[in-house]
């Protein structure tokens, strides 16, 4: 069997605010209707919840840059326009984990520096400390962190599966045609709830 992780990724208080205010929650976004930022990070803290009650380690990843800018490079057009724009500045209250979903003592908080969970940080180290070979991705956005830490992940031969209604994209055309047409062709994806009934113990 499997050892898993839930990677909670970019659940950030500015990430969530921008989110917020782009309609990305809006009654009708997602099949469904993704609700308000309180809808998803409900749906999310019951996945995280449910890692916990079935044994299953929670690590949170987040982007965090130096205040100096030291990893920024002006031919990241990405990581550049973030940076001048304030964001995920180390330090700041809006690089803060959301409280709705915070960590709690036992679960691990990894930095990175760009878009992939593993890309500049100790990701990899931490799962083969703990033997980790299966991982469960979740986070914001979609078409950012999931997609290109499952672009790394398959590259380590993990085990992966995510799910769709814990991650949220700015776009949710990108998002459906990621969790709809493109993942279901590399591993399961499920929704938070699906998840949480087959872990139960």
């Given at each position: 069997m499997a050892n898993r992780a839930l990677l909670v990724m970019d659940v950030q208080r500015d990430v969530v605010d921008i989110a917020h205010g782009r309609g990305a929650f809006a009654v009708g976004a997602y099949d469904g209707g993704a609700g308000d930022s309180s809808e998803y990070l409900s749906r999310l803290g019951k996945a995280i919840d449910g890692a916990r009650a079935a044994g299953i380690p929670?690590?949170?990843?987040?982007m965090?840059?130096?205040a100096d800018k030291a990893e920024v490079s002006p031919r990241n057009k990405?990581?550049?326009t973030v940076a001048q724009a304030?964001?995920?500045?180390?330090?700041?209250?809006?690089?803060e984990i959301h409280p709705d979903v915070a960590p709690q003592e036992g679960d691990v908080v990894v930095t990175k520096r760009r878009g992939s969970a593993f890309s500049g940080s100790d990701l990899d180290l931490v799962?083969?400390?703990?033997?980790?070979?299966?991982?469960?991705?979740?986070?914001?956005?979609t078409s950012g962190v999931v997609l290109h830490t499952v672009c790394g992940a398959n590259d380590l031969d993990l085990d992966l599966t995510v799910l769709a209604d814990a991650c949220l994209d700015l776009d949710p055309e990108v998002h459906r045609f990621l969790t709809e047409k493109l993942f279901p062709q590399w591993f399961d994806v499920l929704t938070a709830e699906e998840w949480v009934?087959?872990?139960a113990p």
């Open positions: 929670v690590i949170y990843v987040v965090g840059l130096r990405i990581v550049t304030g964001l995920f500045t180390e330090g700041n209250p809006g690089n799962l083969r400390a703990r033997d980790i070979d299966s991982l469960v991705l979740t986070g914001i956005a009934t087959k872990i």
